[in-house]
């Protein structure tokens, strides 16, 4: 079992700045592929970015392509998101999740662990 804790949300406005946070714990972090995805009010859950478990490969949603960067510190046990020239339409509640291998994947259904989410608002 892994448990996934976000933190770092919260309000700021466009154009601005913000990092997230996800710190694993339970299992053997660096086994892990990790990745972020949002939820805005009244739409699916997508994906935002994915990271491989030694960090080597990433990858990101055309919307935010060029704007933001995941990393991980496997000594810290710990995902960043780090969000620069923020929109409106990146409202939304950020999630953390890992999945049990080394590749990481855009695909939800492959992830085996969520966190409970960060809500990110951006005012325009």
């Known amino acids: 079992q892994v448990q996934l804790v976000e933190s770092g949300g919260g309000l700021v406005q466009a154009g601005g700045s913000l990092r997230l946070s996800c710190v694993a714990s339970?299992?053997?972090?660096?086994?892990?592929?990790m990745g972020w995805f949002r939820q805005a009010p009244g739409k699916d859950r997508e994906f935002v970015a994915h990271?491989?478990?030694?960090?080597?490969?990433?990858d990101y949603a055309d919307s935010v392509k060029g704007r933001f960067t995941i990393s991980r510190d496997n000594a810290k046990n710990t995902v960043y998101l780090q969000m620069n020239s923020l929109k409106f339409e990146d409202t939304a509640v950020y999630h953390c999740?890992?999945?049990?291998?080394?590749?990481?994947?855009?695909?939800?259904?492959?992830?085996?662990?969520w966190g409970q989410g960060t809500q990110v608002t951006v005012s325009s």
């Open positions: 990271i491989s478990w030694l960090g080597g490969s990433t």
């Open positions: 339970g299992r053997t972090f660096s086994n892990f592929a």
């Open positions: 999740a890992a999945k049990r291998d080394y590749r990481s994947s855009y695909l939800e259904s492959e992830y085996n662990y």
